[in-house]
């Protein structure tokens, strides 16, 4: 068979240790032939690909980033993109296609799929952790840890300062980063998409850590966290060809409202991309190879339309539509598991 390989959407730490299992399991044990496609479904859209072997995947494991190179294109925004892309794909004689993404680049390849019958398997990737249909995305380990890092670098500056820390990490409809690198660093407010915050009671709860006698703190804020309707200002960004706004922006009002209502000297720290970047986590780069591999076995099955998922501890395939039906958000008791550790 001829496979193809497609990274798509933000990079994140993993990625080419799933490519490197794709790779390794398509041309050792079936000996398939695997055609990577460059920037996500740009390459299958423009025709631009290289063939993967054996030796152009060598050490590529503990590599961030993507070798294939990412892209936010949406082949349902080009004119007759779809066509293009099927067209593509059957002049290079692909027999499936193996896309590896979130929810934009997996939500197009489903589309493909059912409505354009173009042969595709799933494999689900983003820091963010916020595909419905697995328990936890690759990528999402590594950015968990970077971002607990900085949490507690910040928490020794702040102490010394007795500053307010905000810092702002990914995630722009889901709070898992947020809310669990603010569970592991002792964050002492945590904001996240799900839940609109109140500025004042934000406010109040570093008032009162400080009346108990401690005078810092720590913020952490989603990047995708919105204050209550009415309640605080916010710029608004350019968006992509998905439709998503660029988001950052939050912790630098934050920092401006927590210090004028509160008084307390506030600075803010945005982690940004740095979330995305580096060596993936040992669990990142384990899980990455076990969904790699069941991508191959999938594709060599010939069961498209479906997406290696982690369910508990075991990878099962699952429809690639139910992964992208809607997004796993925070559940309301996550967040309230984590209110006395506020303030
Ligand atoms: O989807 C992953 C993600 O890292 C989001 O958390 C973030 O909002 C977005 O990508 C940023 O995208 P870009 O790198 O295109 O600015």
Redesign the pocket.
Known sequence: MRIGVLTG????PGLNAAIRAIVRKGIDVYGHVIVGFRDGWKGPLENEYEELTIESTRGILPRGGTILGTS?TNPFKHDGGPEQVRENLSALHIDGLIAIG???TLGAGSRMHDDHGVPIVGVPK???NDLAATDVTFGFDTALQVATEAIDRLHTTAESHHRVMVVEV???HAGW?ALESGLAGGADVILIPERPFDIDEVCSLLRRRHARGRAFSIVVVA??AMPQEGTMELAAGDS?EFG?V???GIGQRLEQEIEQRTGFETRVTVLG?T??GGTPTAFDRVLATRVGVAAMDAAHEERWGTMPALRGTRIELVPLSEAVKELRTVPPEDYEAASPFMG
């Open positions: 959407g933000g990079d994140c936010r979130g929810e934009d983003t820091i963010d990914m995630g722009r980063i990047e995708g992509d998503h660029r988001l950052g991309h979330q995305r």
